[in-house]
């Protein structure tokens, strides 16, 4: 039988493949466009993308993550990741480094200084958060119930964040604020203290959507898609032409017709789209049966750890692949308002490729060290005489046998004589006859 890790680490390549392969297909072009082959697609950049995020699987699944739960305040990393975070998603505001795109600055770039990298602050909060919460409910268990010493500040931390991602990205920020308010419930937080800051948090989402007029034309289009077709609604009819389009098989493999300029954000937050063109009902099963078996490894992968900060952390990622996964297959069938959320470990982007597999690396990490220290604890408790070379002398464990309890014999009684009184055993009273 498969195990839970091995489960996970097959999903998450098999996502990564398919990722490459709809990558390349949905950057098809006409005319002039170079070909998409073999050889193209095994030495691109999203090809290599993808072996950095399973090498970083690899290297996070050796990382003692527990080791960073159970120390303390200064000693561990973890409790400098919230300021890190914090400072992080500021950076995005620097002239020098902060880089807008489609009208919102979401970018850390370091071209200016030299360097082609740049990444998004936002992927690093939203797999940062989880563990940083995990980490504090995990040393404040025993005061979460009680709401201003305990559940107050992992609140306010979560919604600092949250708020502070949504001024550019609304999407990831409530991202962030559902997967971090299903740890702090398992955390131990009452749900009496979490429901008065629900109106707030609605309150607040409300002004967001006020606060830009493309949002409200999203949300507008969302109701009545076919009120403007050339303009708000058009990303939205697009996207269900394409899905509508590979009816149960799909046109086939690179066969698709809305990604030649029909369909916006087609390699990026709209792949699934393409997928479902191309592939069909049977294509984009596939890819929800891959989320599902994560979902599932992990959720049993934190059922069978004992401490509280080890299973918030694996409820804490498994929540956050979960619900964004949900988010985006809403967004490109049309259920949902059009919205920027990336398909995880499918959609363009190295950020969120590496950051996806290296959360996950922790969760295999984690079970892998349970399974290891649960089959050394018999070994190390008692040692057999059998397992003990000719030459072992020494036994860790003296053998202690218990000596046969002594068996009394029995006393046969002798056969009675003629004066009529009757012999018998000492265990009775003897009994005199009537002469």
């Given amino acids: 039988m498969i195990r839970t890790t091995d489960a996970i680490v097959l999903s998450a390549l098999a996502l990564l493949c398919l990722g490459v392969v709809m990558v390349h297909s949905a950057g098809m072009g006409v005319g002039g466009a170079e070909p998409v082959t073999f050889v193209s697609i095994l030495f691109s950049q999203t090809t290599i993308y993808a072996a950095l995020a399973m090498v970083c699987l690899f ?16 000693g561990s990393a973890l409790a400098w990741l919230l300021p890190a975070i914090v400072i992080v998603c500021l950076l995005v505001y620097v002239p020098v480094i902060g880089r807008g795109v489609n009208g919102a600055r979401r970018w850390v770039s ?5 360097v082609p990298f740049g990444f998004q602050p936002s992927e690093i909060a939203k797999w940062g ?48 604020a559902v997967a971090g308010g299903v740890v702090l419930l398992a955390g131990g937080v009452r749900l009496k203290h979490i429901l008065p800051a629900a109106p707030v948090a609605i309150v607040l989402l409300v002004v967001a959507v006020m606060m830009e007029p493309y949002r409200v034309r999203r949300v507008l289009s969302f109701l009545d898609p076919w009120g403007d077709p050339e303009g708000a609604g058009y990303h939205m009819l697009q996207s269900m032409s394409a899905v509508s389009g590979g ?13 030649f300029g029909y369909l916006p954000e087609d390699q990026n937050d709209f792949l699934f789209a393409v ?7 049977v ?31 694996c409820l804490g990622i498994v929540t956050t692949i979960g619900v964004q996964a949900i988010i985006n297959t809403v967004v490109v069938t049309g259920l949902g308002p059009t919205k920027g959320i990336a398909l995880p470990l499918m959609s363009s982007g190295g950020t969120g490729w590496i950051l996806t597999a290296a959360s996950l690396g922790l969760i295999v990490g984690i079970e892998r060290r349970r399974v290891a220290m649960a089959g050394a604890q018999p070994a190390t408790e008692t040692r057999s005489i059998e397992s003990l070379s000719p030459a072992t002398h020494i036994v860790t464990k003296p053998l202690r046998l218990r000596p046969p309890a002594p068996k009394t014999p029995a006393i046969e ?15 009775r009273k003897p009994m005199r006859t009537a002469g």
């Fill in 247 to 259: 009816e149960g098989f799909g046109r086939g493999l690179g066969f698709g017709l809305q990604k």
């Fill in 59 to 74: 290297l996070a699944s050796r990382y003692p993550i527990e080791k960073n739960l159970t120390t303390c305040r200064g």
């Fill in 413 to 427: 009684p002798a056969p009675a004589a003629d004066s009529g009184i009757e012999v018998v055993s000492p265990r």
């Fill in 283 to 313: 294509g984009a099963g596939l890819v929800i049966l891959l989320y599902l078996v994560i979902l599932w490894a992990g959720i049993r992968i934190m059922r069978e750890q004992k401490r509280l900060a080890v299973r918030l952390v």
């Fill in 275 to 281: 997928v479902c063109e191309e592939m069909g009902v």
């Fill in 129 to 176: 958060l989880p563990l940083a919460l995990a980490w504090h409910l995990g040393r404040q268990r025993h005061r979460m119930d009680r709401f201003f010493v305990g559940a107050l500040p992992a609140m306010l931390a979560l919604g600092g964040v949250a708020g502070l991602i949504a001024l550019e990205d609304l999407g990831t920020g409530v991202l962030i």
């Fill in 110 to 114: 370091l071209s200016g200084f030299g």
